[in-house]
């Protein structure tokens, strides 16, 4: 599904990645984790086409940047960025509908055919949003913008879905209820690799099969998730002392005391 080799990425001559190589393979879920600035946007941009690395390669799908139309490899990718820039009021259903232009607006002489309508309104029922199928996005909760961002990521059918903090802004309802949305996907779509982006381990869902631990533009672990999101290795990424448990599939992070000297 992706395979970076050796990436650097180099802005404002300010190395922001360094030495970075991951492969993701179908149907895995992937959990990028680490400390404010590490570098996990910048890695979602060039996972997503949207950015090229200054050295090493990406493999998106067996095609490389650089050498493809990064126009057609960005329709094969979902890409969920809970700050989605759309001001005016689309309805749900019209949200869903752009994943297939790959624009924020509804396009200008643009018309589903009804097999297109009627998977977005499949879609919108999957995520749990039907009864809003026709309400403005500017009156919708963000829970409810969260969960209409996925259905309009999934209507393209990519193989592929990027996932930046896609539970920033929720009550721990709304969090849970999209945690449980991602699970179900994941039955749904067995064959749909993706990577979630967040700081807090508490928003893993239970899925998940793999992580990446990131610090200051390096990868500092990636693998089975068992093996990666260990106490040891969590403290040394966001530099503190923490502590993980794993409890029927999910993690939390609390600090670890030192024990007091006698
Ligand atoms: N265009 C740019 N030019 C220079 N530096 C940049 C640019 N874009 C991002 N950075 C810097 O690169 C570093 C990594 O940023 P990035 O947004 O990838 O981190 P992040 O891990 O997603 O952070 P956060 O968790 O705070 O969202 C930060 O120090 C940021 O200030």
Redesign the pocket.
């Known amino acids: 599904m992706l395979e970076l080799k050796d990436v650097d990425f180099v802005?404002?001559g300010?190395p922001?990645l360094s030495g970075v190589t991951l492969t993701v393979g179908e149907g895995e879920r992937w959990a990028l984790l680490?400390?404010?600035?590490?570098?996990?946007?910048?890695?979602l941009g060039l996972c997503g086409a949207v950015t090229h690395p200054t050295r090493g390669t990406v493999e998106i799908l067996g095609r490389r940047l650089g050498t493809v139309d990064i126009r057609t490899l960005r329709e094969s990718i979902g890409h969920v960025n809970p700050r989605h820039p759309l001001r005016s009021p689309l309805s749900i259903r019209d949200v869903v509908l752009t994943g297939l232009t790959g624009t924020i607006e509804r396009m200008a002489r643009w018309e589903p055919t009804p097999a297109q309508s009627a998977r977005a309104l499949e879609l919108i029922d999957l995520l749990g949003v039907g009864a809003l199928a026709d309400a403005p996005w500017t009156t919708i909760s963000q829970g409810e913008r969260g969960r209409a961002l996925i259905a309009r990521a999934l209507i393209s059918d990519p193989q592929l879905m990027l996932l930046d903090?896609p539970s920033t802004g929720l009550d721990v309802a709304a969090r849970e209820q999209l945690l449980e949305v991602l699970d179900q996907i994941h039955t749904t779509h067995p064959h749909l690799a993706w990577i979630l982006?967040t700081?807090h381990l508490e928003e893993l869902p239970t899925c998940t099969t793999h992580a990446a631990l990131?610090r200051d533009?390096q990868l500092l672990a990636a693998g089975p998730v068992d093996e990666v999101i260990t106490t040891d290795l969590i403290s040394t990424t966001f530099a503190h002392p923490i502590a993980i448990t794993h409890h029927a599939g999910r993690w939390t992070a609390t600090t670890r005391r030192r024990t007091q000297p006698n």
């Open positions: 802005r404002d300010k922001l680490g400390p404010n600035g590490a570098g996990k946007s910048t890695m903090e982006v700081h990131i533009g």
